[in-house]
């Protein structure tokens, strides 16, 4: 879970350094070994081998080992004391013990009559954004488990004639938070628009316009200032918010936004309706999933497009994650399919254990990739050991988390055939904590026609 390089205070050793904690780490290293080296009925496509696999530990290595305290104690210790002392932590230890001992409750959240959430992320340690279907955007506070209306925002909406467009709302698809935490974007009161709050007070600051002829169905921050939209037109858009925009006007002005172009605008070529939308870090790229079933690249630093590639059999593909170390995770119909950002190839299809449910959202958490269903189930993939999370206390179950029902409004044409059907909340959205403790998750029915919310937080 931590580790600390501890440094002499008095002595030649630190008080970790003992020497039968290196006679226990090589019996540890041998069972290892031992357990790799047999040979199984059905070999593994894909093994990887670590440092731990080698026959002999130098003398440094095992000097460093007995200066390394795993204790939490000693981590929070010389944090608190801001001693010279290296230390790192395991940012995933907390959400994957509480996960794999059935320790995360569900508290649910009541959304009143509101429809279908599809977007949220965590504000603070106690404030949850998320966006409706009814072009809601609404902040919950986890500790009063009070709703709060931010007033949505909109623009002069005008037709390339120069005449004003009636207002087309699909709902807030997408809310996104900049790097250093100080924006946030999300949908404007038009859905073709996008707004810009500023954090932590969510006062407006300018509202993105001219961009898209359609509905806006994702966003991604390359940085502070630069922000890509992805659209039903097949076009992507990039816009800038400098510094000067963002600045918070004096205390005494009343409120007010500003109007901006992109800087920008660029049709995705080969693609079908932008649905969802990343930035790969580690490859300096954007990534583009589209409704047709291709996965599209291209360079933050230019803005220019570099590759399209078409996924095998994908259907239904609306969800699209990317790992710290550049991995991509595309949700489809029946399976989540794991890609090589170097090639694009596709490296796991993930079975969705549950026939027919759909992969509605998905998120990395380290290395466990959490999967949001349309049946009401989230379900956690350990990337590493290529394989679902298994539970503490059952080995011979599967990590699963299911939904409480929530509540659904059914049309007076489909109320006759909804009363002998089960319903399940598809969970469209969910998103974690800064510790890794708390996990946020919302939906809604999966029908359209079907009108309903569901939301709830487990902790």
Known sequence: MAETQRMTVYGRHPPCAYSSRLDDRRSKRMALRHERNRKPDKPDDFVCYESSDDEAETVTEGK????????????????????????NINQEYGSRHILTHDLFKEYSVSLNNMNKVFCSQWLSDRQVVFGTKCNKLMVYDVATQKLDQIPSLHGRQLSPGGNVMPEQQCGIHSVQINPSRTLLSTGARNSNEIAIYRLPTLDPVCVGESGHRDWVFDMCWLDDEFLVSGSRDTKMALWRIDSDLAEAPDKADVPTHRLIQPVCVKECKSAQKVRALAFNKAYKEIAALTLNSFIHIWSAESFKQKISRKLPACQENVCLAVQDDGVYAIGCRSYTLLLDARTLQPIKKIPSRYSGCGIRSASFQGSVLTIGTGLGML?????????????????????????????????????????NVKYTPAIYTHCYDASGTRLFTAGGPLPANLYGNYAGLWQ
């Open 64 to 87: 460093q080992f007995l200066r390394t305290s795993f204790n939490f104690v000693d981590y929070v210790r010389a944090r608190e004391t801001n001693t010279r002392e290296v230390r």
């Open 379 to 419: 379900m956690f993939y350990d990337v590493r050991a290529q394989k679902y999370l298994e539970s503490s206390i059952n080995s011979n179950r599967t990590v699963v988390l299911k939904a409480s029902k929530g509540y659904v409004f059914p049309d007076e044409e489909y109320i006759d055939g909804f009363q």
